[in-house]
């Protein structure tokens, strides 16, 4: 029988779009030159001048309980850890390489330690992996799109063996998926010009990914990355053309669908300040506010949002990132019925907010106040019990003097008694609970 891949995705991926927040964590030598983690690209640094940083990576406020709690607090369900990113620097006991925290002062296998203390908040696990190695001498240097050495005539036909990369780099992925228990999510980073698909040997990384952790949810960087989302918008999609799509630092305006108009799984990546690597002077952070309107956009669109923060070399947090995190899990404490299992609303976005719904339970996001009545435009006759998110008190269809010309809608007031303008009651997002009539009620 022929391998649905649809099928298993839209089963796979159940949790998945349950969770709807996660948090992506970018951690490595980078957070040491504090310049973000594309720095040895940008900068095109030789690997003697980025190599050294593995001597002061000490890690000695790395404490991941504490950053599983903020994660929980903040509402985050999944979250996914750079095991290894381009500059090939594993934040785990890989045998394939010495560049590895295990030979860093801290001796540590970061991994392992942030595997069990997120599993022990109950928060479900991922690894970012990437695809690139920049530090391994089979990757192509000279004249790669992105490599640190692509212009660097020393390295001007020098011979590459993809084979060869390709048995290192699906060994590594093979040392996550059997040392390290069950995971829930692999994020593989990402494909380019020819560096895509079979480059990678993706039919063969995928079969083995599969036989050995099935349950596994993938991203589409086997085949794509940010700029083309790959075959998985197709009504035909390849065995490794990944569980979701990944749009990145932007929200897609109408969400993700194949090219039948079928929605598809997909999460957005978002940094807090403009870097996913630690930048010790990027300090242009969003609020909590533009957080949670962000996840409610992409809920309302069908999406998920994984949020980043860039630990510093010795182990935090930067503390802007905790203050945000914590202010948005205040507001999720209160009001995240209007996001976990929830998508896409049946009716059209409101011109105040959002709608977000789960089964026959629609949530109003009303993010601007209103003169007057708040409008559910065409929902005359269809709204049943209203209940405030936080607090479950009654809210009540109005029938107000001023609105008996405009009988196709219904209306409600925050007000009680009715029709003064004061502020919304939540300023970040006041979220209503909206119970739909059955048709024929
Ligand atoms: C990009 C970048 C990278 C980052 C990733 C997160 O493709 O290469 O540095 O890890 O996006 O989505």
Redesign the pocket.
């Known amino acids: 029988m022929k391998y649905d891949v649809v099928a298993e995705r839209t089963k796979r991926t159940k949790w998945y779009q349950e969770a709807r927040f996660g948090m992506f964590i970018?951690w490595g030598l980078y957070a040491i030159p504090a310049r973000g983690?594309?720095v040895r690209s940008n900068e095109c640094m030789p690997k003697e001048d980025y190599d050294p940083f593995i001597n002061e990576f000490t890690t000695e406020h790395y404490d991941p309980k504490e950053w599983a709690k903020l994660a929980k607090k903040a509402g985050m369900k999944y979250a996914v850890l750079?095991a290894k990113?381009?500059d090939g620097f594993c934040l785990f006991d890989s045998k394939y390489t010495d560049f590895k925290s295990t030979n860093a002062p801290c001796k540590r296998d970061l991994v392992a330690e942030f595997l069990e203390a997120f599993r022990a908040e109950g928060i479900k696990v991922g690894l970012?992996f990437s695809l690139i190695d920049w530090r391994h001498e089979d990757f192509p240097h000279y004249k790669d799109k992105f490599h640190p050495m692509r212009n660097n005539e020393a390295f001007k036909g020098k011979e590459h063996n993809m084979d060869r990369y390709n048995e290192f780099m699906h060994g590594q992925v093979k040392e996550l998926l059997t040392n390290y228990g069950h995971l829930d999510l692999m994020w593989f980073?990402?494909s380019y010009d020819n560096m895509k698909n079979e480059t990678w040997k993706a039919e063969e990384l995928m079969e083995m990914v599969r036989s050995i952790q099935p349950h596994l949810i993938i991203d589409n960087r086997l085949e794509g990355?940010?700029e083309d989302a790959g075959s998985i918008r197709s009504l035909n999609p390849t065995t490794y053309s990944g569980d979701f799509a990944?749009p990145?630092q932007m929200i897609p305006p109408k969400g993700i669908k194949d090219v039948a108009g079928n929605p598809i799984p997909w999460e957005a990546?978002i940094t807090l300040n403009n870097h996913?690597g630690y930048h010790s002077t990027d300090s242009h952070y969003k609020t909590a506010k533009m957080v949670v309107r962000t996840l409610v956009d992409c809920v309302s669109k069908g999406g998920n949002l994984i949020l980043n923060v860039g630990p510093d070399g010795t182990g935090r947090i930067p503390k802007e990132s905790v203050r945000i995190l914590e202010e948005v899990g205040e507001w999720m404490d209160e009001n995240n019925l209007s996001i976990y299992g929830c998508g896409a609303a049946d009716f059209p976005k409101p011109e105040w907010g959002r709608f977000t719904q789960n089964g026959n339970k629609l949530y109003a996001h009303v993010m601007e106040e209103q003169v007057g009545a708040v409008c559910l435009p065409y929902m005359a006759g269809k709204v049943g019990k209203m209940r405030m998110c936080k607090d479950r008190s009654e809210v009540l269809e109005t029938f107000f003097w001023n609105l008996q010309e405009f009988r196709e809608h219904a209306f409600f007031f925050f007000d009680k008694h009715a029709s003064d303008c004061y502020p919304l009651p939540d300023e970040i997002d006041t979220v209503v609970e909206i119970e739909i009539k059955n048709e024929k009620e």
């Open positions: 970018h983690e594309w750079t990113h381009h970012y980073d990402f990355s940010a990944s990145e990546c996913w």
